[in-house]
């Protein structure tokens, strides 16, 4: 199982500290951007979800063009 956490930096060397200490655990830590770009394609997936259900309009592509 794969997870992403979000810490704040005051108690992440803590954290990582006993994560490390860990056996069964891998710990990774990855750039600000990456995590930012993460975020960025779950927020795409939930509106996407959100589309199908029914619960956000979406616009035509020419109305997209439009406010260019």
Do not use: P
């Amino acid at each position: 199982m794969k997870v992403l956490l979000d810490i704040k930096d005051a108690k992440a060397a803590s954290l990582m500290e006993v994560l490390n200490g860990l056996s069964y655990v891998k710990v990774k830590t990855i750039s600000e951007e990456k995590a930012q770009l993460i975020a960025e394609i779950k927020e795409a997936v939930d509106n996407l979800k959100q589309v199908k259900e029914g619960r956000l309009k979406t616009r035509s592509a020419r109305a997209l063009l439009d406010e260019l």
